[in-house]
Each structure stands twice: as structure tokens, then as C-alpha cells.
């Protein structure tokens, strides 16, 4: 495990992004990283095989780290006596030193893990980092849920500090990277596409907002800043993201007529809510009860939503 621990800190260097960084070094031990359940990379096992490859560059898709410049699919990279059991983006069984894949090879000529034990996120990630390997599954509706929008301000004005967070409810990492934002209802125009690779961890919160100073937005740690166009109606409106094939990942329509109508609080989706069909509903949410730290207003943003008053 020293080895595999001194890896992980190596991959940390090789990463793009913070949150890519967290991704990198999500190892089953040490959910503190990411604040991802310690149960994540077990569980994934249950999900990843099926859809690895298969949705390759379908757009919107998770990766497992910052790497997979190249490569693609691992299957590809096996001779004619590829009998591994499980390519090198699936969770699953330890894989064979020279079972015909040349980046099984690499992998566990750096970590005997992967060959010896089980191949685990970490053997996936190593497989990006190692081997340019393109490891990706789909993203799909309800993966993504739309959980606290800041829509009205108060310590600052709206131009500067509108922002919404998104929760990834997924076993899997996704790169919001090629998504788009929809920002009203049936209006073409009103589209801003994701054009960096913005990670939301399994489990994690990722911030949107209009503007990323947090000396002028209310002090609000930014994920991604959308363009000014992206503006959010005080009163009622519409808001998605979709993914690069134009399919909706969640949507959902707020109206102050519900009775919901904060200033200077955020729009809190109660956590017993989290899922984008809950949140269809105003009558999940309620205002934010939490100062932003070193703010004024109130929301979480990035963190878990308030527990909203029965
Ligand atoms: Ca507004
Ligand atoms: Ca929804
Ligand atoms: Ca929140």
C-alpha cells in the first residue's frame, strides 16, 4: 500500500484541475479528499463495466481523470492473445501481467495492486494517468441535479453575483466539459456551452456563477463562470443543464407564485430532495438559512443544502 500511496501522490501532479486532482487521488481509503462516501469505488463496480466504451465520445461524458488525451478505447490496445478478463476502465477482478493488453503492463509494472488484488479506481485512474487510456461512461438524466440557485442577491447586485449549484448524484465522476446551461424555457439562443473541464466528484457540489471574484460576488468560490447572458429571473424562470448530444441532464422552473420568493437567500433544495425530479418542484425548496462564510447572504454553495422547516 506504500507503493500505492506514494502513486497517488505523484498523480496529484499530473492533474489539471483541483477538482481533477480530487479525482485522481480518490482512493478507497481516503474519502476525506473528495468527502466521497468510502463505499464509492465498490460500489461503482456495479455500474462502470456496463457502459465503459460504448458511449465514448458521446460528449458530456464521465472521465476518470484529467488525463486520456489519446488512446482510446483500452480494448483496442490488445493482440491477437488479449484474453484479459476486463478491460482497463473496468472495475473488477485483478488483471494478468502480459495478458495481451500493454497498459495492464504499465499499470502494474507501477502498482503490483492492480495484478495482485483487484483492479480498483485507482488502477482506472493509473490506466488515464500511465497509459492515456480514454475511460469514460455515460452521463445520464437525473445524474446531475440542480440543488441551490442564488438568483436574487442582496449583498451584491445580480450582475455580479448570481450563481447555482449543481450536485453530482452519480457513482462516477462527470466533466461537465462540453454540457451546456439553458437558461430559459424553449429559447435556442439562451444557451452557454461548458467549454473547460469543470469535475463534479460522486457526491460532490460544483458552483456555476456569473462572476468569478469573489471580492465583488458575495464571496462565493466559483466551479465555472458562465457569461453575463446567463441571468436568473427574481421572479420565475427556467433552468437546465444538457449534455453535448442536447439531451437534459435536469431541468427545472422556479415561480415566486409558489410562495417561494427569497432575496438575498438562495433557492435551498431540501436534502431530503436531492434528485432532479424532486426538484421540480418549488415546494422542495425553501430559502437558504446559512451565511455564506465570509458573506453576507445566505446559501451553501459547493457545500450540502440546509435542512429545510417542515
Ligand atoms: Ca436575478
Ligand atoms: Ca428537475
Ligand atoms: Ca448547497
Given at each position: 500500500?506504500k ?19 480530487a ?20 460500489v ?29 478505447s ?9 484474453n ?12 494478468t ?15 503490483s495492486?492492480c ?23 455515460a ?49 435556442p ?36 463562470v ?18 453535448a ?8 422552473t ?9 432575496s438575498?437567500k ?9 434528485t432532479?425530479?424532486d426538484?421540480?418542484s ?5 430559502e ?23
Amino acid at each position: 500500500m506504500k507503493l500505492r500511496t506514494a502513486l497517488l501522490g505523484s498523480s496529484i501532479l499530473l492533474c489539471g484541475s483541483v477538482a481533477a486532482c480530487a479525482m485522481a487521488v480518490e482512493p478507497e481509503d481516503d474519502a476525506s479528499t473528495t468527502g466521497t462516501p468510502a463505499t464509492t469505488s465498490s460500489v461503482n463496480a456495479a455500474t462502470t463495466g456496463s457502459t465503459t466504451s460504448a458511449t465514448q465520445g458521446a460528449g458530456g461524458s464521465v472521465t476518470a481523470s484529467a488525463g486520456g488525451a489519446g488512446g482510446g478505447s483500452s480494448s483496442s490496445t490488445g493482440g491477437s492473445m488479449n484474453n484479459c478478463a476486463h478491460d482497463v476502465c473496468t472495475l473488477g477482478i485483478a488483471l494478468t501481467l502480459g495478458c495481451g493488453d500493454p497498459c495492464v503492463d504499465t499499470v502494474c509494472g507501477q502498482d503490483s495492486y492492480c495484478c495482485d488484488t483487484e483492479w480498483d479506481q485507482t488502477c482506472i485512474d493509473e490506466a488515464v494517468d500511465f497509459c492515456s487510456a480514454s475511460c469514460t461512461v455515460a452521463v445520464l438524466p437525473g445524474d446531475l441535479v440542480i440543488t441551490e440557485i442564488m438568483n436574487n442577491p442582496s449583498a451584491v447586485a445580480d450582475t455580479a453575483g448570481e450563481w447555482f449549484e449543481l450536485h453530482n448524484v452519480s457513482q462516477n465522476p462527470i466533466d461537465l466539459q462540453g454540457m451546456s446551461i439553458l437558461h430559459q424555457a424553449n429559447m435556442p439562443t439562451a444557451v452557454e456551452t461548458i467549454a473547460q473541464s469543470v469535475v463534479v466528484p460522486s457526491g460532490g457540489f460544483v458552483v456555476l456563477g456569473v462572476n468569478g471574484d469573489t471580492t465583488v460576488n458575495g464571496n462565493v468560490s466559483l466551479d465555472y463562470v458562465y457569461s453575463a447572458t446567463v441571468s436568473l429571473n427574481n421572479t420565475t424562470d427556467y433552468l437546465a443543464i444538457q449534455d453535448a448530444t442536447a439531451v437534459i441532464i435536469d431541468e427545472l422552473t422556479y415561480s415566486e407564485t409558489s410562495g417561494l420568493d427569497p432575496s438575498g437567500k438562495s433557492r435551498n433544495l431540501d436534502p431530503s430532495f436531492m434528485t432532479a425530479l424532486d426538484n421540480d418542484s418549488d415546494m422542495h425548496f425553501c430559502e437558504a438559512t446559512s451565511t455564506i462564510v465570509g458573506g453576507m447572504d445566505q446559501g451553501t454553495p459547493g457545500a450540502p443544502n440546509d435542512i429545510c422547516p417542515p
